[in-house]
């Protein structure tokens, strides 16, 4: 409604300033009206133009009237200009003779808009890194070398191979594969490539754990020189992978050759015993980099921006989402290589930053949906409309879809069945709400993929045809049935019948519901006061928001009163005081120093919360709260730590360095020891920031004097982005790198007033013994202790580690699952400053949503009470997690009483009905009826004959 899509567009001139940008754009044609086309597809069954599809990475085959790809936004067809006979000057036009809609434009032309904007921000993304050229890979030369790119698309059920794991050489089935990291990236030599591309690692153990899926004999071997799992839970998927058997060797390959005409190649390693090894694979993988747009400069230029030397954004650690033009923002991998959360967090931050200086004109362009009126169907018979969705080839290239939807028309009450290709595309959406109005349906049934993702689209699809929402039902036949059925179309076409049998049987108990809607308190509560706090609380005060910002220490900052430099060499502490001024000078903050949270109560857009201080408690109301509690260091009770002053954790080492203490500042041989505490069992994740924090004081000891003996004892070197070049001046100083494993960690020697360091040497094969003047051991960050009750105080989740969980890792990443809480920073997991900056700014785009509103409609799902049944027993209460329950006395009942339910507060949970013994309470969407009629469904045995009235 308030976004309008120009595709095929491209920026050509920016003038103005902020809040007064006018933008010119440059319109490619389609040649295909969007308003008309229905995605029927007729048109590229009649065209004669063969292309490859770049989508596929050029191994298959479109036609020159094409969609670009299965789930494309917006799924229309477009003509391939440069390939089109007859956009060319031929005479073909079989496409505009054959659609149905007459949607085909051969005359639409090149076209100049002009849109005002009072801010810009840029996400034009990264394309792959191309290996081509470059011989020692062998791409394009070899077939069977391919990039990981490629082989995502081999894995993809919509592929060109249909997800099997076949060869592209002879279509032999794939028994052993190789998978090459660093293939531009860390690489200036032959790529001109001196960054990480943050993703790679993880996307070729992703892909290896698939392909093992695919084919469970695979032998599968990833070559290495750092292992980056740096991310959220991303350690414990690394050793998943070793459970599962692949294979990974810490080694550059050199070169890769084929073996004789077979087909296979090979190349040979160094094994850590120095064993050179020549081994053969079927297939091997290039795990390429990201690298910036084609036409980056060219956009720099026009937009007035500038970039750095890798071709990236230009963007401080303190505003990383902000360009070195006012007004204008950046995001995703343009500011750098990163992953998908991260780019979704710095989507949201560049939001806020984008919103901020135009919060005073919110909602002036806007508009607001609007619905029809609901049809009132209480007194119809029953007519359900049952869709099965194809989901491109992900559920149609196991389940007979065609039979699901057969199946469905014999059973009782369905009145109409459909196909869909993409049952969640906008065109899709359009024929399901004319299908219902036209065919008087008055229950939905949707079989495709998961509620969890799609649910709520369905539902306003409901809404806009006219439809009580909650008048529909989903069976997840993609996720339970293709997916884990994978190899077994058969018995998956049986349980997706029994799936949609289940669906239609509940469908039928369905019942309109009222929606609950609460006032929103536009009040906000920061709990933390450290950095990511203050950055929320300036954020959501500067969009004209009143906050309360509670710290437990006496003093606003957190840990990065403890820290000094960037790994941009920015300083931190002006910064912070900056900040901190910024916060207390602010009429819309309130500080609550040396205070914590005693009390919390209350739902999305009211909850109420206690602030005890030391003059007693305060109770505040708030529509939303963030938590940004922070994290610790680790105390280590290993490597000596505690039995020498020489013996130092890395922010003690900084503090001492700063200060110019004489161990550090007569000191001439220095040993770093990393990972101390971190990537252990009990645990199991990377704290981040460690590698990249000793090397940048590696790096001022040796600047300071370059005699200075500096080892760095790592297990992997974790520098990822742009901070490889970190890594790499380090080298070029000569601070000498060293690694370890858990399973020989380096020995701490202390002689009297002698230090030493063993370490298991991989290049000698032998123990190598280091003096050292000053030990620096980077410890574990950790979570402060106070988040669990804070999670328990909130009815918040708290992962196996002591972080906050939040709702989705990629599609959620600031947000809980409980409404109206947000989350940043190093509660949430160990990361650097500008992450913590663009996650808390990212809390407050989302906090804004809701504060935004006067009013916000709540999920349906609510218990309701059985007045007739329900006996007051009270049981429900005492397993409510939310409070969402209370006893009130029955008016002229002599003091009987019963269950209430504020609605509010009710997350649907189904504990209470549960618990209830003589169903004095249930779940709307969920009652006994209901599930009764799904279970007596799926144990029918296919029998179609059910009754709606269990």
Known sequence: MNIQLMTLTEVIRVEGELGHFRVTLRRHPRYVDMDHCISCGECAKVCPVEVKDEF???????????????????????????????????????????????????????????????????????????????????????????????????????????????????????????????VGSRDINKAGRGYCSSVCCMYAIKEAMIAKDHVKELDISIFFTDMRTHGKDFERFYERARQRGIKFFRCRVPSIEPAEESGDLYFRYLTDEDKQIRDEFDLVVLSVGLDSPADIQKLADCVGIELNQNRFARTSSFTPVTTSKPGVYACGVFTGPKDIPLSIIEASAAATAAATPLSDVRYSLSRQKTFPAERDVSGEELRIGVFVCHCGSNIADVVDVDAVAAYAATLPRVAFVETLL???????????????????LNRVVVAACTPRSHEALFRETLRASGLNECLFEMANIRNQGAWVHSGEPEAATSKAMDMVRMAVAKAG??????????????????????????????????????????????????????????????????????????????????????????????FVGSFRS?????????????GVAVLATGGQALKPDEYGYGLSQNILTALEFDKLHLVGDERIKYGHNFVFIQ?????????????????????????????????????????????????????????????????????????????????????????????????????????????????????????LPVDSDGFLQEAHMKLRPVDFSTDGLFLAGLAHYPKPIEEAIAQAQAAVSRAVTVLSQRWIDLDYVKARI????????????????????????????????HAVVKAARCKGCGACQATCPKEGISVAGFTYRQISAQVKAALSDGEKRFAYDI
């Open 56 to 182: 596929n990475e050029k191994m298959s085959i479109r036609k020159a009237i094409y969609v670009k790809y299965p789930q494309a936004v917006p799924l229309k067809y477009q003509i391939d200009g440069r390939n089109c006979i007859r956009v060319r000057g031929g005479d073909c036009g079989g496409c505009e003779k054959v659609c149905p809609s007459g949607a085909v434009r051969f005359d639409e032309e090149e076209a100049i808009v002009e849109v005002e904007v009072g801010s810009i921000v840029l996400a034009p993304g990264f394309r792959p890194f191309n290996p081509s050229g470059i011989q020692n890979w062998g791409y394009g030369v070899f077939p069977n070398v391919i990039t990981a790119m490629e082989l995502e698309r081999f894995l993809a059920a919509s592929g060109p191979t249909d997800g099997h794991l076949i060869r592209p050489s002879d279509g032999k089935q794939i028994r052993k594969i190789a998978f090459v990291q660093c």
């Open 422 to 440: 993409f049952a969640c595309s906008q065109d899709s959406q359009n024929l399901m709400c004319r299908r219902v109005q036209e065919k008087k």
């Open 509 to 602: 108990l369905l019942e309109p519901l009222a929606p609950v809607s609460v006032r929103i308190n536009p009040q906000a509560l920061v709990i933390g006061g450290g950095l990511a706090g203050m950055v929320a609380a300036l954020g959501l005060a500067d969009q004209g928001f009143p906050v309360h910002l509670v710290e437990k220490a006496s003093q606003l900052g957190g840990n990065a009163r403890h820290l000094f430099k960037t790994w941009k060499n920015e300083p931190i502490p002006s910064y912070v005081e900056q900040l901190i001024a910024q916060v207390k000078e602010h009429d819309l903050i309130s500080v609550h120093l040396k205070s914590a949270i005693s009390h919390a109560e209350g």
């Open 610 to 622: 206690t602030i005890q201080k030391s003059t007693g408690p305060q109770t505040i109301e708030h």
């Open 675 to 795: 990972c101390v505490g971190s990537r252990e069992p009990g645990r199991a994740y990377c704290s981040r920031v460690c590698c990249t924090h000793s090397i940048q004081s590696a790096i001022a000891l040796k600047q300071e004097d370059q005699s200075r003996r500096i080892f760095i004892l790592h297990r992997d070197i974790r520098t990822y982005g742009l901070r490889e070049e970190l890594y790499t001046k380090a080298r070029e100083l000569g601070v000498v790198f060293i690694n370890y494993e858990t399973h020989r960690k380096p020995n701490v020697l202390l002689n009297e007033d002698r230090l030493s360091v063993v370490v298991w040497d991989h290049v000698l094969h032998e123990p190598f013994s280091i003096p050292a003047d000053v030990l620096v051991l980077a410890t574990a960050i950790l979570p402060n202790p106070e988040v669990r009750d804070l999670a328990r105080l909130y009815k």
């Open 866 to 897: 059985n007045e007739t049944t329900c006996d007051g027993c009270a049981l429900c209460l005492d397993v409510c997690p939310y409070g969402a329950l209370q006893l009130e006395e029955i008016p002229g009942s002599n003091g009987r009483q």
